[in-house]
């Protein structure tokens, strides 16, 4: 029965997830304990991006999800964790480029198939690596149901979900104004624009245009000759940060409330450059305190321009191409980087006398995730999904309470957003992805020229279906077999296959086995990061195509920061942490740990870690790794009290020690089930870290080398077990299996009749007897009597072997104590003397407690004049220590070091003045 003396987390993790994932216990068909009045538990992972590894994000994923699936499935309900991966397109897209261009080779110079092939490797690759990592953090995932968005299944469902939207008239095909990325040249989601909140270094410009009088109409002069305005005599100032977008305005606008412009609505200004007439416009959009009030209008690459010029019906003119360089419109400055354009303009502008000053400012710009580069807003024909009806039925469902999101605060942004819904744009300009099913006619002239019939029917040119196959079937029908069909380049977003998820995965659009048991699935959980992004999508498809909500509970976990609270990032590879670095380090399940008790719901997590000796470190998983190295010492303990052939000592009746852990162990599973019910998972894990760390091994163990009670020892200790797999499930499951082998014959638990930890049932009150108060109180009055004592010790650094006095005036408890007798003298180290009032004996610390008072002699404690000089010595370094940081707070430190630093100091201090006190305290008593 003996175990090794320190947990060695790599001799347990790999082999016990190979015995469970081979013997099948993480399917719901193997599941042998089923609870009839509990509902299934069905959840989705959100698939990883087969761009490369894990991070810490993922790790939290797994480790809340994980704990979801183990403890429903422990508690009996019918449970299913469903695994996959996202082909991710832009952001694999990006990452095969880049290895490609390690190997000199460039995607443009590649046809479709022959980069598709190197997507495909790539994926596979990714997709082990994860795979790897995802088995190594212990997720008890179905792996039979593995799921890929691009698979067959997957890619069925999106053709299919296309194919539905696009015949109810939901998807359309339009020229709207969508995110650009000039390096991967293809639109992208607001999710993959990445926009810094503090802004950019930048300047704004404030540019003069002349405005259009009798006397002055038009340049007289060349641009670029320092004439060019010559002869104006009213002017209109605007601010810009983006000069080279001057080239395509179409306006001028102001607040129609802001009389300093009032008399200029209507007139005309001429574009610095160009030449060109503009009107100056008003409309209430403009912010009268922004610049001069006045802005310029450039409705191709503006969003609220866009929406001013549709209103105004002014010309959309765009100035630059798909690689961000200025294109034949943009007159002089035509085929310049648009950086370049900016350069050079600027310089002209103040040559001719236009550039009124330029200001240092914060610009709020959005970059390309993938690529880094800054996007541009830019006019595109592209797929689109109308959204308006969706979105209100996604809202309904929270409204009615058919979804629940957890934490609730996270419901008005979830309204805020769906209301102001904007549709969505599908499309993308990549290879790696889901083609669109849509396929033109490429010959319909020539198929009219030659049959003069078809030139006078309205006949389609573009055919949405399920395959190629059944295109040319439609198409045929319309056109005759001479019809040629290609199909759309484009893909579509990665979000639109992502959004089908709950319901692909079991198998939609088929009706299959699954789809009938498991939908609508139970919970997803996921970061609030892509509330919108996903979840959003994901309930508005899914009640759009199924007509049922695709899950019934969002928990939304928060994001892993720095130490600092700063979000990280891919754009700062230093801090990113790696979790297997951190498992290799400390353990899966101290990570786990961590992670799940560190934060709340919606709650941000601060990772403590810092490199040391190149690898990460971290004070708050090590003290989870210490956590279960406790766990594991304790049973070591309860294994070496477990006799030969089981046998199992206890006393013919139950001690209060006893009574004690029962009901203390009582409570706490109806406390820790309460919590998790409640989606506390943070919470119950503290509480369970509380009642193993404190309750069982400070306090039960301790008591049993008094007077030993085997078979609560044990029987408690397996219940813990139990209590603490979902968030700890190697060390728990390694030392269940220990404990069941030494002790089934002897304690026959109902629990020990299962083959594995992880199927067993989940603690029930009810497994033990009704909560002892009397026995809970009695006892706090020894714990309270026994911790005083020892604190005193620590105080007068009194040896650990050394026995004191301990006088105990404890009234009508003097029964209780006395019985305690023992545990008072073994775990206090004292001699008691116990009386119901007893005259308190000079030079004695007096130790209040709820029971009484305890007095301690100091004659019996220490050498009091040794005692009196390490005081005043102790005194002395502190008084030094506290003027020395009184003297760096009174100085500029306090505003030129961080706030977090400051703030450190300050309570540095505060625990200095303290510490004196104690000391000023404890020479008071000894005098």
């Known amino acids: 029965m003996e175990l090794a003396k320190a947990y060695d987390p790599k001799t347990v993790e790999r082999p016990l997830y190979e015995w469970w994932e081979k013997s099948g216990y993480f399917k ?10 509990e509902p299934p538990f069905i959840i989705t992972i959100p698939p990883p991006n087969v761009t490369g590894t894990l991070h810490m994000g993922h790790a939290l994923t797994s480790a809340i999800e994980d704990l979801m699936t183990r403890y429903h499935r422990m508690k009996g309900a019918r449970t299913l964790w469903v695994p996959g991966t996202d082909h991710a397109g832009i952001a694999t897209q990006a990452v095969v480029e880049r290895e490609l261009a390690k190997k000199g080779r460039n995607r443009r110079e590649m046809t479709r198939e022959e980069f598709l092939q190197e997507a495909w490797a790539w994926k596979e690759y990714s997709h082990r690596i994860i795979n790897t990592q995802q088995r190594a953090l212990g997720i008890s995932v179905d792996w039979d149901r593995e799921a890929f968005t691009m698979d067959e299944a997957r890619s069925l469902a999106v053709r299919t979900a296309f194919k539905r939207l696009y015949d109810r008239g939901l998807i359309y095909r339009a020229y709207r104004m969508i995110n650009w990325d000039p390096v991967q040249q293809t639109s992208v989601s607001d999710l993959e624009v990445e926009t810094s909140e503090e802004g950019e270094p930048g300047f704004l410009y404030y540019v003069r ?3 259009q009088t009798n006397r002055w109409e038009a340049p007289q002069h060349p641009w670029g ?8 005599t009213e002017w209109i100032t605007v601010a810009t940060t983006r000069p080279e977008t001057i080239l395509g305005d179409t306006a001028v606008m102001v607040n129609p409330e802001d009389d300093r412009y009032t008399r200029l609505v209507a007139c005309h200004a001429v574009l610095p450059a160009l030449g060109r007439v503009i009107p100056i416009i008003s409309d209430p959009v403009v912010d009268m305190n922004f610049g001069t009030g006045a802005v310029k209008v450039t409705p191709a690459h503006d969003f609220t321009d866009y929406e001013v010029g549709k209103r105004h019906h002014l010309p959309i003119i765009e100035v630059m191409d798909e690689q961000a360089r200025m294109n034949d419109n943009a007159g002089p400055y035509a085929g ?3 950086y370049e354009c900016r350069k050079q303009l600027v310089a002209d502008l103040e040559r001719e006398g236009l550039l009124v000053k330029t200001e240092p400012y914060l610009v709020r710009l959005g970059r390309g995730q993938r690529s880094g580069a800054v996007v541009e807003p830019r006019l595109s024909l592209q797929w689109f999904c109308d959204m308006k009806r969706m979105a209100q039925m996604a809202a309904d469902a929270v409204r009615d309470g058919r979804i629940r999101i957890i934490p609730e605060r996270f419901e008005k942004t979830w309204f805020q957003w769906l209301d102001n819904i904007q549709d969505w744009c599908l499309s993308r300009q990549l290879w790696w992805g889901h083609q669109i099913p849509v396929w033109y006619v490429t010959n319909a002239d020539a198929l009219r020229a030659a049959n003069p019939a078809l030139g006078a029917a309205d006949l389609p040119t573009q055919y949405c279906e399920l395959s190629e196959e059944d295109a040319y079937r439609a198409a045929r029908r319309d056109w005759g077999e001479a019809v040629r069909l290609e199909q759309d380049p484009d893909v579509l977003d990665t979000w639109f296959s992502s959004g089908l998820w ?74 990113i942490i790696d979790p297997l670095e951190l498992i290799d380090t400390y353990g899966t399940d101290a990570v786990r740990f961590f992670l799940v008790t560190a934060g709340s719901p919606g709650g941000d997590i601060k990772m403590d870690a810092k490199r040391v000796d190149g690898r990460w470190r971290s004070e708050r998983i090590e003290g989870a790794r210490n956590f279960a190295n406790k766990l594991w010492n304790a049973t070591r303990f309860v294994l070496g009290k477990i006799g030969e052939n089981g046998a199992l000592a206890q006393p013919d009746s139950l001690t209060l020690p006893d009574r004690w852990i029962l009901a203390r162990l009582a409570q706490t599973i109806q406390d820790v089930r309460r919590l998790m019910d409640h989606f506390e998972y943070g919470e119950a894990g503290r509480l369970l870290y509380d009642f193993i760390w404190s309750d069982y091994c400070d306090w039960y163990l301790e008591c049993s080398k008094v007077q030993l009670n085997a078979p609560v020892l044990v029987r408690v200790l397996e219940s813990a077990l139990r209590l603490l797999h979902p968030f700890m499930p190697y060390v728990t499951e390694a030392l269940w299996q220990k404990v069941k082998e030494a002790a089934c ?42 911790s005083a004592i020892r604190s005193t010790r620590a105080d007068y650094a009194v040896p650990p072997g050394k026995r004191v006095q301990a006088l105990f005036s404890v009234g009508e408890n003097s029964s209780l104590f006395e019985s305690m007798r023992g545990y008072l003298s073994a775990l206090a180290q004292a001699d008691a003397t116990i009386a119901p009032q007893i005259e308190p004996p000079s030079r004695a610390v007096s130790l209040v407690i709820g029971a009484g008072t305890v007095f301690l002699p100091l004659g019996d404690l220490v050498d009091l004049e040794a005692e009196r000089r390490r005081l005043s010595e102790e005194l002395a370094a502190t008084e030094a220590q506290i003027a020395k940081v009184e003297a760096l707070l009174a100085s500029d430190f306090s505003s030129r070091a961080p706030a977090h630093i400051v703030e450190k100091e300050r309570a540095r201090l505060h625990d200095l003045q303290a510490r004196r006190l104690g000391l000023q305290e404890r020479l008071r008593a000894l005098s």
Do not use: C
Request: glycine fraction near 6%.
């Open 28 to 37: 719901p068909e193997n599941q042998i304990y089923l609870d009839p009045n």
């Open 209 to 211: 245009y002349p405005v």
């Open 225 to 232: 000759s320092g004439r060019w305005a010559e002869g104006a």
């Open 336 to 338: 310049l980087d648009r």
């Open 502 to 575: 709950p319901f692909s995965t079991l198998g939609w659009p088929q009706d299959t086995p699954d789809m009938r048991a498991y939908y609508p699935t139970t919970m997803l959980e996921t970061g609030y990061d892509i509330l919108f992004f996903w979840v959003a999508r994901m309930v508005m498809l899914g009640l759009e195509l199924t007509g049922e909500v695709p899950f019934t509970h969002v928990y939304l976990h928060g994001l892993i920061r720095t130490a600092d609270g700063k979000k990280m990032s891919k754009s700062q590879p230093d801090k």
């Open 745 to 786: 014959k002897a304690l026959p638990l109902e629990s020990f009749r299962y083959l594995a930890l992880m199927l067993a049932p989940y603690p029930q009150p009810r497994e033990f007897d009704q909560p002892d108060p009397d026995a809970v109180r009695a006892m706090s009055y020894i714990q309270e009597a026994i």
